[in-house]
Nanobody, 120 residues
Framework: VQLQAYGGGLVQAGGSLRLSCIASGFTLDYYAIDWFRQAPGKEREGVACINSDDDNTYYAVSVKGRFTISRDNDTNTVYLQMDNLKPEDAAVYYC??????????????WGQGTQVTVSS
């Protein structure tokens, strides 16, 4: 099982980034996928999750209305569109696979993250 996050970078506050998560070693459409983030000195924070069964999505309050998670099972890719970025969104972002089809089961696997930096 491998998950690799891409697409981070430096963006001004108010800008946008789209992160990609490439999954391999398992069938993506059998599992819920999360994005979480961790900033220096802060606890890990779950950002978004998407079910595999019905594509229902869930978001942290801090990002709701600004971030959108989506999946393309044909290309084994999960995306996180981040709009109206704020300095407090700066962190390393990771994608993770849950143990089952629906969100809420925790992170069974995750890979290397991608750095997002937001300048004010």
């Amino acid at each position: 099982v491998q998950l690799q996050a891409y697409g981070g970078g430096l963006v001004q506050a108010g800008g946008s980034l789209r992160l990609s998560c490439i999954a391999s070693g398992f069938t993506l459409d059998y599992y819920a996928i999360d994005w979480f983030r961790q900033a220096p000195g802060k606890e890990r924070e779950g950002v978004a999750c998407i079910n595999s069964d019905d594509d229902n999505t869930y978001y942290a309050v801090s990002v709701k209305g600004r971030f959108t998670i989506s999946r393309d099972n044909d290309t084994n890719t999960v995306y996180l569109q981040m709009d109206n970025l704020k300095p407090e969104d700066a962190a390393v972002y990771y994608c993770a696979r849950e143990p089952g089809r629906n969100c809420g089961g925790g992170y069974a696997y995750w890979g290397q993250g991608t750095q997002v930096t937001v300048s004010s």
